[in-house]
């Protein structure tokens, strides 16, 4: 039977790349899958330092994010990882199955160890995603182009189970979104992300239309006043055409072709308008759900409780596969 599995962490208000890698696909899912689940996963945000009274909050904002966009709690499962405690259960498991060499190249242990101090949780997270995903015997995981190592860890691993203690998961695939990996508007060498400290780096789908057009204003790009499609050379102007793409699904040649004459502080304009009229409704959703703060507890506790009934199924055979029972 198909599932579709997905999280995003609560480190903060989503943002651009969140949806467009991301969420987007994760409304458009809902339609052609019966069994959608979306975690919040919290454990996977403590993998780097957090202070609790606020991720307590981003938990809630998050919620109220998904939902913004368009996530139905009536077809999706919209639930927080850390209540349901097999998540933690089956990673220590397949902890057990996975080597240190296989984690140490993996690109965000990479970048984010450098960053911090890099605990062990940072180190084995791409193990505890493994765990969500496969406790669910997830078939299909929609992720952004930064998470496909991710997913192939995964898919090792599952295939590590079925080898160690008999065939049992599935192998789940990937289901790309058509968005490439959009960066930061301030550094276009390193990702959009929740936790960027600069402030103008990052467009969040909580942004008031001022904000947008601000941080699109001021995007880094180059002393060339034309638009062009060149990830490698003009990494700033291409993310740009990046979002128009993945905003408008018009392919990266014709929106140069469209873009011909115009110029660059002009273009950075007109793209930052196509974003405030898509985040416009989602902020104003966003907004009025912010105030119903029994409703947000209200979709999680019965997602948690749907999401406890699958997963401690699967765990449970999973302990009698291992040897616990
Ligand atoms: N820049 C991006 N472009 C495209 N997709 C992206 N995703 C994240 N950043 C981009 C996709 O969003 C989903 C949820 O991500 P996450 O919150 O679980 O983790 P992350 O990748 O670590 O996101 P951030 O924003 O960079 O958060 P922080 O700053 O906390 O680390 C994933 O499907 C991801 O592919």
Request: net charge neutral.
């Amino acid at each position: 039977e198909p599932r579709v599995f997905s999280g995003i962490q609560p480190t903060g208000a989503p943002h651009l790349g969140n949806y467009l890698g991301a969420l987007q696909s994760w409304v458009q899912l809902q339609n052609g899958y019966s069994s959608v689940l979306y975690s919040i996963v919290d454990l996977h945000s403590i993998t780097v330092p957090q202070d609790p009274e606020t991720l307590r909050q981003s938990i809630l904002n998050m919620t109220a994010c998904l939902l913004a966009c368009g996530i139905n709690p009536d077809r999706s499962c919209i639930f927080q990882q850390s209540q349901v405690a097999e998540h933690a259960e089956l990673g220590w498991i397949l902890n057990c199955l996975t080597s240190m060499p296989r984690l140490m190249h993996l690109p965000q242990w990479k970048i984010k160890s450098q960053k911090n101090e890099g605990s062990v949780g940072l180190f084995t997270y791409p193990v505890l995603q493994a765990a969500d995903i496969l406790l669910y015997k997830s078939t299909h995981v929609p992720v952004g182009d930064d998470q496909v190592q991710h997913l192939e860890l995964t898919q090792d691993t599952a295939r590590k189970f079925n080898n160690t203690y008999g065939d049992f998961f599935p192998i789940p695939v990937a289901l790309m979104g058509t968005s490439k990996k959009i960066r930061s508007l301030r550094d276009p060498s390193v990702k959009m992300s929740k936790s960027d400290p600069q402030k103008l780096a990052t467009v969040h789908l909580t942004d008031t239309p001022e904000d947008i057009v601000l941080k699109f204003r001021k995007a880094v790009t180059d002393f060339t006043s034309e638009v062009t499609y060149d990830p490698v050379l003009r990494p700033g102007v291409s993310n740009l055409v990046s979002i128009h793409s993945a905003m408008t699904g018009l392919g990266t040649e014709d929106i140069v072709r469209q873009s011909r004459g115009i110029e660059t502080a002009q273009y950075k304009l007109l793209v930052a308008e196509m974003v405030v009229e898509k985040l416009t409704p989602i902020r104003e959703e966003f907004q009025r759900l912010q105030g119903d703060v029994g409703y947000l507890k209200n979709v999680l506790n019965s997602g948690a409780q749907q999401a406890r009934e699958l997963a401690s199924s699967v765990y449970d055979d999973v302990c009698k596969m291992v040897g616990f029972r």
